[in-house]
């Protein structure tokens, strides 16, 4: 599974908010679907994500656009090149709609290319079986707009025709396959892939096509291949790949995650049910006893049948509930009696309907266990009302309300005719069934297996029970089955999923996916939200509230605790960081000056190049005159004839403001050169404007968020607040004089400015001059840390410690008030605009700390950088804007302001004006400026 850094860095999504590239669209009609059917909010942003990036990705300047969404990808995947990435995800709930986003989405995209806002290529729709092609099919079909589709296999004959419109095929994503593995006779299922490739490539929607897939796998090549199109392999893919999913596990859909609507989200707006995972401590658990084993399931239909009971009294309260009739699904790798998991759950429900059980005890026991059961995704405990079902219970009831049985009995079986792939199972003495098997082959289980479950008659009937598995009617309380419950059927009946022998690393792939079944509810006809959520606009009686919750939570259980770990797994890679609370601002100097930038008057002007670069463009040049060259290389927006000029002048050896900077070039690729050459030359560049006072420019505190449990999460806050309620030793000192502790309460309380927990990680509130308190400091040098905007980097923890150091000489800033900050590059808005000169733009430098010094009626302000200095080159860029910028004293409020820049580094620097800038204490730093 990936890695937690995977589900922090949604990179395209922050990409598209960031750049604001869905606000810049509209489009009509984007809420109506068909009749009854109007599109969720999410459904519409998603659509809007998908449309704004393909724009995005096409528009005529899009070289540079995609090479910076490529560095950004690089950042985290160094591999990743050209041609991985023209693809978009979209983490979508089961049960999110996807099959109505993907259809819109296509009637959208046909559109746009018809207006020739999107290249005209064929749109290809992968799904992974014939079921869910069948239903993509029927709602094509109830689209209110005609859409029409063709099988892919109709794309070999149409793909030579000069007059062909771009149009949408369908097919099964795992029946794309290579040559040799497609069998010769007309009606093999497999296809060719290389049949169907298009030189300018395909958009290809896949809608969980990756299941079943590896991440090597073969075939999830052969999708990115066909979007490619005929393409060098140094440039981008022509096409598009748009990966519509539930579950991921590829590092690449987390980066290239255009919107995320995942579980976590889902749950978090109210749709669904909530979700409990039981004994996710594995506290108790012994593998090789069977008699814990067998209390995991007795536990689960003691929670059954409370869940039944709060229905059965819900319904009593309010006609016009379309609540659902409550259902166990038990999930198991390979439904074989061989495998000890599923005897036993046999073994379990016979020592029910037989008695021979203390129910109560087992009853008792949960009831402690349940009332600090935490829910996903929700900071909330299970209702009173259940607790109280749960506890109260006896073996009548189960008998009575699970297994139909008013007595003892035993079990006997129905067989359908001419259905090879149910079983259903009832007590003896009832003639309801409560649990139906369904598997591949039952002829073959019951042949083998029946005998031994102690099964006792057998009889037949004429219509099987699963396909009536959602009426109102079905008195099936319990399905038992393998992977046909991860995909392809949908019920809002699950309440309880049971897995059984699940545990191996295959079992993350559609743990998710199963779980994802179970969370549909509808309290109202067409209203899919929990009750709470919804009381604001339906009528119901209060009361409801106490029995809803019951029917509106999934509990999952496991057999096992490699079962349970898979679940933990797959839940926290879809939970989204939770936030950590508490942090408070220091009140120790305001206002707090911020400088502000305006674009400069004049442009930059000028562009360094190299002597290689300079004699191929010499060369180059030659060969064009201005209007071809702007033809050929597509040099439509912001090119600028007077960048010609100079081009001229300089090929010409006369004065220009292209200068040759020496050095060598390998590559030279002229569409580029003469972009950033017009770039440079043209760019607005930044001058200092005025000082503002500080507003939310710091903020990056208020989102500080980890990627724990919710327990964790719930510790690491209540540590944070204890931190933030330590006392100062003049306070402390005043109490235990007044006898209002003691000395010892003193001490304790005295060592709370600072706590650590998961070994690597303090909580710290000594600076207390920091903007805001506490600071969060990650002690590992792994980079890895599973809190945002922790301090991170050794030489930040060096340079903080060495600053409490000096803060224990009572002579260091003595006279000054002051405070400082950390900054976040990207998401505070402190900065120092400079002018890269290697890659000819102008960027923003965050230095990771600004330090507000007052005396009197002078200001400083100090800007320190606390990383190495490797790359001299830059740190100079940097310096020299800084002292373009803030070469004179400034001021603010009839107050002089100086601004100063300090990197902090214990390696000497050889370059004179880097030494001139470099400090290798907090002592020396701050005794040169003070």
């Known amino acids: 599974m990936v890695g937690i850094m995977a589900n922090q860095t949604l990179l395209l999504s922050k990409f598209i908010e960031g750049r604001g590239l869905s606000e810049r669209y509209e489009y009509e009609e984007l809420e109506s679907f068909s009749k009854g059917i109007r599109l969720h909010y999410y459904q519409k942003e998603s659509i809007k994500n998908a449309l704004a990036f393909l724009r995005f990705w096409y528009k005529k300047d899009s070289y540079d656009s995609r090479k910076s969404l490529l560095e950004h990808y690089q950042n985290y995947d160094k591999n990743l090149k050209k041609q991985d990435i023209a693809r978009a995800s979209f983490w979508m709930a089961t049960g999110s709609g996807k099959t109505i986003i993907m259809i819109k989405l296509m009637d959208l995209m046909l559109t746009l290319m018809k207006e020739e806002q999107l290249p005209k290529k064929p749109i290809m729709l992968l799904v992974p079986n014939d079921k869910i092609l069948s239903q993509f099919k029927e709602n094509i079909k109830r689209y209110h707009k005609k859409l029409e589709y063709r099988e892919l296999k109709e794309y070999e004959s149409v793909k030579n025709s000069l007059f062909s419109e771009p149009c949408i095929y369908l097919a099964r994503s795992d029946l794309l396959d290579s040559k040799e593995n497609v069998g010769k006779d007309k009606k093999a299922k497999r296809l060719d892939y290389e049949n169907y490739k298009n030189n300018e490539g395909w958009y290809i929607l896949l809608d969980e096509a990756h299941r079943g897939e590896n991440a090597?796998?073969?075939?999830k090549g052969y999708f990115h291949e066909l979007a490619r199109g005929e393409v060098s392999e140094d440039d981008f893919a022509k096409g598009f790949v748009l990966n519509f999913s539930a579950t991921f596990e590829d590092e690449i859909d987390f980066l290239s995650c255009a919107y995320n609507y995942n579980l976590a989200e889902f749950n978090k707006d109210g749709y669904g049910k909530n979700i409990a995972v039981l004994n996710e401590s594995l506290d108790y658990k012994n593998e090789d006893n069977e008699e814990d084993r067998k209390r995991t399931i007795l536990e689960s239909f003691i929670i059954f049948n409370a869940m039944k009971k709060a229905r059965k009294k819900l319904l009593s309260l309010n006609v016009n509930f379309t609540y659902h009739n409550p259902l166990i699904i038990a999930v198991?790798?390979?439904?074989?009696?061989?495998?000890?998991?599923?005897?036993?759950?046999?073994?379990?429900?016979?020592?029910i309907l037989q008695n021979k059980v203390a129910i109560q005890k087992v009853a008792l026991n949960l009831y402690e266990k349940l009332k600090g059961q935490e829910l996903y995704f929700k900071a909330d405990k299970l209702s009173e009302e259940l607790l109280e079902f749960v506890k109260n219970v006896n073996n009548e009831e189960l008998r009575k309300n699970i297994f139909y049985a008013h007595e003892n009995a035993n079990l006997e079986c129905y067989m359908v005719k001419g259905n090879d792939k149910e079983i259903a199972f009832c007590s003896k003495n009832s003639n309801k069934p409560f649990m139906l098997l369904n598997i591949a082959n039952v002829k073959e289980w019951q042949k083998e297996f029946l005998q031994t479950l102690s099964v006792e008659t057998i009889k037949d009937v004429s219509k099987g029970f699963f396909d009536e598995i959602n009426s109102e009617n079905s008195s099936i309380n319990i399905m038992l089955g393998s992977k046909v419950f991860s995909e392809g059927w949908d019920s809002n009946r699950v309440n309880l999923i049971s897995f059984i022998n699940i545990g191996s690393i295959n079992a993350k792939k559609y743990v998710l996916q199963t779980i994802g079944r179970g969370v549909r509810i509808e309290p109202f006809l067409n209203k899919r939200k929990r009750l709470s959520v919804l009381k604001e606009e339906m009528d119901f009686k209060e009361a409801c509230l106490k029995y809803a919750p019951a029917l509106e939570t999934l509990f999952i259980m496991a057999?096992?605790?490699?079962?349970?770990?898979s679940i933990i797994e797959g839940l926290n890679v879809v939970m989204r960081t939770k936030p950590l609370q508490g942090f408070k601002k220091t009140k120790i100097l305001s206002p707090l000056p911020v400088p502000k930038y305006k674009n400069k008057a004049s442009l930059h002007q000028q562009y360094k190049i190299s002597a290689k670069e300079a004699e191929d463009l010499r060369e180059f040049m030659q060969d064009y005159d201005e209007d071809v060259l702007i033809v050929k290389q597509c040099l439509y927006e912001g090119f600028k004839y007077s960048t010609f000029e100079e081009i001229k002048k300089f090929n010409e050896g006369e004065k220009s403001q292209i200068q040759k900077s020496g050095g060598n070039e390998d590559k030279f690729d002229a569409k580029r050169t003469l972009k950033i050459i017009n770039a440079s030359l043209n760019a607005k560049l930044k001058e200092f404007d005025k000082f503002e006072d500080l507003k939310d420019e710091i903020k990056h505190y208020k989102e500080m968020q980890a990627n724990f449990s919710e327990e964790e999460v719930r510790k690491i806050n209540e540590m944070i607040k204890s931190v933030m309620r330590a006392k100062s030793e003049a306070e402390l000192e005043k109490e235990v004089e007044e006898g209002k502790i003691s000395f010892k309460e003193a001490l304790k309380q005295a060592k709370l400015d600072e706590v650590q927990f998961k070994e690597n990680y303090t909580i710290s509130a000594k600076l207390?001059?920091?903007?805001?308190?506490?600071?969060?400091?990650?002690?590992?040098?792994?980079?890895?840390?599973?809190?945002?905007f922790a301090i991170t980097h050794k030489s930040e923890r060096e340079f903080l410690q060495d600053l409490e150091k000096n803060l224990q000489n009572e002579a260091f800033l003595k006279g000054y008030k002051w405070c400082f900050s950390k900054l976040v590059e990207k998401k505070d808005e402190i900065y120092i605009p400079y002018f890269d000169e290697r890659e000819q733009k102008e960027r923003k430098f965050y230095p990771d700390f600004i330090f507000w010094l007052k005396k009197g009626k002078s200001f400083k302000i100090l800007f320190i950088d606390p990383k190495g200095l490797s790359y001299e080159e830059n740190a100079k860029f940097k310096i020299n804007a800084f002292e373009e910028l803030f070469s004179q004293i400034l001021t603010y409020n009839n107050e002089k302001i100086e601004v100063i820049l300090r990197y902090y580094n214990k390696n000497a620097q050889s370059d004179f004006k880097l030494k001139k800038y470099t400090k290798s204490s907090v002592k020396e730093l701050f005794e040169e400026i003070v």
């Open 559 to 565: 057999s096992d605790n490699k079962a349970i770990s």
């Open 216 to 219: 090597n796998s073969k075939r």
């Open 768 to 788: 207390k001059e920091h903007y805001y308190k506490p600071l969060v400091i990650y002690h590992k040098d792994d980079g890895k840390s599973e809190i945002n």
């Open 332 to 351: 198991s790798n390979k439904v074989n009696t061989q495998d000890a998991g599923i005897r036993l759950y046999f073994k379990t429900i016979l020592s």
